[in-house]
């Protein structure tokens, strides 16, 4: 079956508009083709500097014929109702309809056969509908033409089984309109004449000639692979950096793999300032010693391939690379020349939010914070205090000014230089982390208790003024500072009251028209809950069983959430948890049902006096004995042995069920027995909601 070829040919892409422009191509040509009655096998797309290319394979020569039916009026409807029908349908008499007895009348219908159309002709509408709804971030007009796009358009390569389509592109009233074509070029100046494809295959290989790598992910390991290679020729290793690499990946069409030198007299700057400085402004490539530390090289992809083996690119890079680490190590040597404490005063000059006070302020509630924190974990309060003080001192340095990516980390440097302890230091480089899932977490008690306090401060200074995220909008990181404290928590096993730590950050808010203290730490509990899920939900953990937890009210211990999160999915899991949970759910049904009829709850004592068979007398006594057993278990946080104890109700809850008629004629029985079935949920609803769990 016949193949379609496209390729929008430009001047070039920025590469982070590249691989989502390839993917909106494709997402875009396949729904069109779909729309249209299109089947095919495969669609592939493919991105570089200059071009967009999508590739579909298993197209049809022809859409298939259609055959449309409309229901109209009743046979002997109104004139009015059946002319109404006759324009709908764009028929002119009923006689061009036909009659059908449906089983419930007999009605007119309107069938028209609608002949396939050659796909060549629909593909050329499809085309430039599709040019025209690429939602490019960014684009532009050039020259007198009208139509916006990412950069300059030069040509459009439209190839439908080996022929070129028929069609264009309309660029507006002044530059007209872009024929397709079946030619396009190779790279800009190794191989920058024109030449013809007839499909993918000879498009690919032709373009490979022309000193053009289509693949995204081919050129990614060619870059990674001769990086490395001229790394280990020095004995050196590359220092891993996808997001470099993907983005050196949209830079080249041809990668050649250049290594340069690095001036030894910049090597005292701290190795982040200086590959900082390379990836982001040179996108530069560093490597790394036998011991892990910053050799004095640097790899560069270059676009080219040259005479001299690219000795003039190098030594060019190398000049520009100069000019940009000499005013990092300027930065680097002023800022040694002020003490961090001297800086922190400017801080009150930086405003952290217009409702939340300065930076200087959040400093000072930080302080207090840390310390509290410190002091309920263990770790060091005086050391915690001193690190939050210096904490963002960095901000007002010229080295952050100039690269605000190593906050925290110039802090570390310059706290030590001064002679701060390694614990400050550390906190101090630590405190913004872990950044992301992907990111470290803090794990020196110092560290944690700062990297807290920074976070709580935000969020409840951001819910007090009614600043949550909403749907996908959170402009202020919260969501990542939750996630974030869940994980210094979690994986430091902290034994903190949230709602404690909550109130006593809000406490320090010296800042009227507040939310109450009590509303935001409830808001934030329900916040938490939903990311804990998340995180939960990542490690296997049902969402619901944490609903069935915190519905229960009064847990803000994640470590002890967790233990009972846990146990309690290892219990719905087992045969005895399931069928106890169906029995619960039988029960409550029944209890819910029997109050809104009788207009009253049941969840008084059962009378023992009132059980009269062994099945419901097995069933109080076991109800009882699980109660009494299962409260201690719960206060010694022993929740697998709890749910143990549950586990032993299931064979009287079932003798219950199998025997026992709850809906008795005597009326005094029938309600004692509704109690009993309350006081499975009861028993049950001790260790968490059962209702809220799924199945």
Known sequence: MPELLIEFFSEEIPARMQARAADDLKRLVTEKLAASGLSFAKAEAHSTPRRLALVVDGLPERTADVKEEKKGPRVGS????????????????????????????????????????????????????????????????????????????????????????????????????LAFGNTTRGHRFLSPEPFAVEGFADYREKLRAAHVILDREERKAKVKADAEALAAAQGLTLSPDDGLLEEVAGLVEWPVMLM??????????????????????????????????????????ANMATADGGKAVVAGNERVLRARLSDAKFFWDQDRKTKLEERVPKLANITFHAKLGTVSEKVNRVQVLAAEIARATGADADAATRAAFLAKADLVTEVVGEFPEVQGIMGRYYALGEGESAAVAEAIAEHYKPLGPNDSCPKAPVSVA?????KLDTLVGFFAIDEKPTGSKDPYALRRAALGIIRLVLENGLRLNLTQVFQAAHGLYRVGGFAASDAVAGDLLAFFADRLKVVLRDQGVRHDLVDAVFSLGGEDDLVRLLARVKALQEFVGSEDGANLLTAYKRASNIVRIEEKKDGKAYDQPVDAALLTLTEEKDLYGALTDAAATAKPLLDKEDFTGTMGVLARLRGPVDAFFDKVTVNAEQADLRANRLRLLSQIRATLNAVADFSRIEG
């Open 78 to 177: 109104p004139e009015q109702a059946v002319q109404g029908f006759l324009k709908s349908a764009g028929l002119t008499s009923l006689d061009q309809c036909e009659q059908r007895d449906t089983g419930k009348g007999v009605f007119y219908f309107a069938v028209a056969e609608k002949k396939g159309r050659d796909t060549a002709e629909v593909l050329a509408e499809i085309i430039p509908a599709v040019m025209a709804e690429l939602p490019w971030p960014k684009s532009m007009r050039w020259s007198s033409g009208d139509v916006r796009w990412v950069r300059p358009l030069h040509s459009i390569l439209a190839v439908f089984g080996g022929q070129t389509l028929a069609g264009s592109f309309n660029l507006g009233e002044r530059q007209g309109s």
């Open 260 to 301: 340069g030198s690095i001036d030894e007299a910049f090597m005292d700057v701290p190795a982040e300032v200086l590959i900082t400085s390379m990836r982001t402004h040179q996108k530069y490539f560093a490597v790394l010693d036998k011991g892990g530390r910053m050799a004095p090289r640097f790899i560069v992809a």
């Open 450 to 454: 700062v990297a807290l306090a920074d």
